[in-house]
């Protein structure tokens, strides 16, 4: 059915108005840039909500697959000055064994192997960064050192860790404490971007970077 000339006319009229939209939509979610922001709780997210109004890309993202449930903890990437900071200060060495809890496009279990070598595993909930981060690490050659694995983190067996990265919320992190304290051997490291662990455990270690802060904790022995 041809289009009447009211609907054509009322179309143009919209146009604009929903294209600002749709821009606004996808800079609430991640800044444009790519740059760092603290993450939010994810109830304030969703993919689809943000991309459905986009158009032609829409489609391709809607049959994109989703979370088995709503993550805890939107994607934002850490920058990677703070990446590097962070393998610095969990003194990651020959022989470690790294898990990223909530491992987004897999950069940091990335830049271990390449920097030292080392294995890494990474649980994301979210498929869409689960693939994102197996692509990334087929582009940067380490697929024999690292695992991308789409999982709850809070359900994972996580005890072959030897270096555990964060980057979530100060809220995820002392829910998480008890799971870290009760599975992960004696001397494993954790490092955390931006959110420490309250009043339920003091970091041994802190660190300014890239105008954020990274914490270190120690396992102690049981
Ligand atoms: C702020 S991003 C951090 C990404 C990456 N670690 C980094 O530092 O660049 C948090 C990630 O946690 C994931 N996530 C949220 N809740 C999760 C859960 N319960 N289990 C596993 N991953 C989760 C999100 O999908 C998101 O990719």
Redesign the pocket.
């Given at each position: 059915m041809k289009p009447s000339k009211k609907t054509l006319l009322a179309l143009a009229l919209c146009a604009p108005i929903l294209l600002a939209c749709a821009d606004q939509a996808v800079n609430a979610y991640e800044p444009a840039d790519g740059s760092a922001a603290a993450?939010a709780d994810?109830s304030v997210d969703t993919t689809h909500t943000v991309t459905a109004a986009i158009g032609d890309d829409a489609a391709a993202v809607t049959d994109a697959p989703r979370p088995s449930r709503e993550?805890?903890?939107?994607?934002?990437?850490?920058p990677e000055p703070v990446v590097d900071a962070m393998l610095n200060l969990a003194g990651v060495r020959e022989g470690d064994v790294l898990y990223?809890?909530?491992?987004?496009?897999g950069?940091?279990p990335i830049a271990a192997a390449q920097r030292f070598g080392v294995r890494g595993v990474g649980?994301?909930?979210?498929p869409v960064?689960v693939r994102e981060a197996n692509a990334n690490a087929e582009t940067a050659g380490v697929t024999d050192l690292v695992t991308f694995k789409e999982?709850?983190?809070?359900e994972e067996d996580i005890s072959e860790a030897t270096v555990v990265?964060l980057?979530?919320l100060q809220s995820l992190n002392v829910k998480l404490r008890p799971k870290l304290l009760a599975e992960l051997k004696p001397g494993t490291r954790i490092v955390s971007?931006a959110f420490d662990m309250a009043d339920q455990w003091a970091p041994e270690q802190t660190q300014e970077v890239d105008g954020t802060r990274i914490y270190l904790w120690t396992v102690p022995e049981r």
């Open positions: 993450p994810a993550p805890d903890v939107i994607y934002v990437p850490t990223d809890l909530g491992s987004g496009d950069r940091i649980i994301d909930i979210n960064r999982a709850d983190l809070f990265t980057y979530l971007h």
